[in-house]
């Protein structure tokens, strides 16, 4: 997909794009599924063991909702800052397909008399440095369907394989406003919402399929694309740059932009037509008979609001004044609850924060970047990480090596004491050794060397060729001194 | 004496209690007459007789060497086949269940097995409680016991049929438009709709979940009493369930009916209204009166939309609970190994008989976009509004009364190519659902041999005022006794 990034910006079009989000979150930390006692951590176990005559739809069964399931909503619907009506409505959505056990949905609905859990609602996200404040439509439960497997592509797989495991999880489902408006901004936005989520404890978001998201984008006067099975947030902003370009192209051609509903094929990087607005299932939404109206008191309400732990945007304040980090950092630091939670608990460890937060900032969120994963699913551990500052204190390796020591942490999952003794990153304080090493770099760079004679700047050049000789272990300061030293010789026997 | 299955099950209960009948005996009593009727009133889809058996001697023994004795202790008991049994199958009378075997009892199962009733067999039904007549059934018409040319009245037509012709002791059977009283009224049984929430639904294979409620199909007023003490009561697997205090439904049905009031609703009593029907009824009426009740002739003038209603919420909510039959889990499924699933869904689909289809199409059309305004919400308007209705009457009455039929039962086939008429035959206990009222039916005549029904219909949660009228009623006459002609 690295040619769409590119081609973003191949069409310098001003016209605005539109982009409205729908998120489906599982709220994994509950304990049992929305509607029956069926426990939750389905994933990675034989299919179909994680069932009950409830969530499989048996004749006869009926729903019971999880009462605990009210409960996180709500902490989501005020940590959104949504409105948190006093009676909310379950709704039934009709539509065939082989991974709804009863073959309706029991959801929300906001038409027709519907009241979801929470309606309204905002996320504030910083853009360019500036704070940009997106609405929220509404946010509703929901029961996950069952997960279909095929044998290789949907269009080519001979059967369909169903497990009903994950039917009647718990999803959140986050709507929000057109206000999006640009690949980048919904990625922000999602990180921020993920961020919120996990400061709750409400869903662990690292989960495989735990939060995915259909997407709505339109270039301002245009017919709107819905794009379905976008499964990672990793994957949004991609899907929406290529949807962007495809729009763009076919402004540019003068061919109006079909309203329809397109499904991202993640391994090809690329929308398929799913179908067209009048192709649309009409759902025939109806109030679900089986549940009664759920009564949410303001004592309810305020309950969940005094137990609702520290938010994202309250720990970043706090990481400014308590820490002395800058904003920016602060920021970044908060994305996420694992990244602010290792920061932390590095503190706790070793009170140098300043040095914590500039390591993470340059040098670990690259590395993790560059690997594609998420600080709690690398291996390095806070312990780890400070110990390997702490050998910096101790000068047992430089900070040059340091760098190194930790991208084979991260790498290849080892502890920075073991790195430290196989690669031979120790550092070498010893001046004979150091000498050695400066006197071959002498003979190999000549024409440096004479540069250096008449210009103390070449030096830098030579003591670095003394640092690419030892992989860095080189004390930098005894080197530097060293080859000062001879240098100056070198220009005592000239005059 | 009686033989033991024409008796009551209040009355074996303490025959049982005492010594003086075994369970055992009573289940061999109950097979042999099964045996020489069941071929032509054809009640059961599954009959348990084993099972039965070995419960009835469990049940001897642990009767002998312990205390327990529950209100159910050794009474045989016939289910309609929409409830869920464990290991038995049930098959809701439609194709599409006929293999189906549940993993799980329902509720009211539990509570019957608690109370050590033992479950002799599963009944027919119109295919998923779909009818008035019990001949929507994919298995065999059910014939009245009263005249076997003559429908037993439905849904719940195998429940009143075995229970009328002394086939069973106690029935359940389930009513979302009438379905127990309905076939009450034809069988001269008694059999009471609870005010929705009163007895779970949880496997009560449903419908119409606002509707519908289980209920007894029982010989008289005091087993439907008894049978009540066991079914209601809050259940943490339906939501819908009320968390009403545990009642005595025998306790209270001595109490004297002096100065009660009761209303009459004249559209009750419409041009639909068979004579021999509205003769019987006002017979009633006059009894009551002899007892101390007063009445007024009175209007509930939205009763006549009380049919439209209640037809477009039921197949709207069918529309929607029969979705999940399309032969993938469980249930029929086409020989058929290739193609897209909707066709698959499709082709297993055709294993619903027409009655169920029709309502699965006019439900599916009410909820679609453009539609739903226009019917299904303007039907929950009138629901409100009919309940305003009845609320408003029961400021000034006690109870309001009328027919629980229009007419006397139907001949088999007369109804079956007419659903609309059909359908209009539901004008006296359809309210009831759409209301969420209790209603009881109990016999109070004949015209030409065949029953007529009397139908009472309480304020929210007045069951035990409706049971005490009906018990007054039955202490007065006769009717509930008459058995029918069928020898054996």
Redesign the interface.
Known sequence: MGTAVEKDNMFSDSDEVLIGLEIHVQLTKLKTKLFCGCATDYRGKEPNTYVC?IC??????????NKKAIDFAIMVGLALECEIPLKTFFY?K?Y?Y?DM????QISQYNK?GGVPIGLGGHVTIEINKQKKTINLTRIQLEEDPGRLTYLGSITSSDY?L?DYNRAGITLLEIVTEPDLRSPREARLFLQKLRSIIEHLGVADGSLEGSMRCDANISIRGGNRVEVKNISSFKAVQKALQFELIRQRRQKADGVKTVMETRHWDDEKGITISLRTKEEEH?Y?Y?PE????PIEITPDWIEKIRSQMPELPDARRERFIRDYQIPPYDAGVLTSSKALADFFENCIKLYNHPKIISNWIMSDLLRHLNDLNIEINESTVTPEQFVNMLKYIDTGTISRRSAKKVLWDMIREGKPPEQIIQEDGHQRIGDENVIRQFVDEIFKEYPQAVQDAIKDDKAINFLSGQVMRKTRGTADPKITYQLIKEKIDLLRKKAN | MASFYELTAYELHSMLQNGDITAEELIYSLFDRIQKTETKIKAYITLLKENAINQARLLDKKLRNSNFFGILAGIPIAIKD???TKNIR?T?SSKM?DN?V???N?TVIERILAEGGIIIGKTNMDEFAMGTTTESSYYQITHNPWSLEHVPGGSSGGSAAAVAADETILALGSDTGGSIRCPASFCNMTGIKVSYGSIS??????Y???LEQIGPLTKDVRDCALLLNVLVGRD?????TLNRPKIDFLATLDEDIKGLRIGIPKEFMGTGTAEAVSKAVWNAVHLLESFGVTYDEISIPLIDYAVPCYYIIAM??A??NL??Y?G???GYRVEKDEGE??EI?AEDRLAFGPEVRRRIMLG?YA???GY?DMY??KALKVRTLLRNQFEAQFKSYDIILGPTMPTTPFKIGEMISDPLAMYRTDIDTVAANVTGLPAISIPCGFSDGLPIGLQLIGNSLQEELLLRVAYKFQQETDYHKKKPPIGG
């Open positions: 005559p499989l739809g048996l004749p006869g069964t009926l729903p019971v909702v039934r009709n065939y082989p056990p009863k073959n309706y027709a369909t169903v009409d025939r109806f008979p089986d549940l009664v | 929409n409830i869920c049930t809701c269940l189906y549940p993993p799980y329902a639904r949880y496997g009560l294979i449903s119409a979940c606002s943490p697997y339906d939501s819908t709207s909510e529309s929607s979705a999940r399309d993938i889990r469980y699933w909707n869904f599916t909820l679609s976009a739903y299904y919400l």
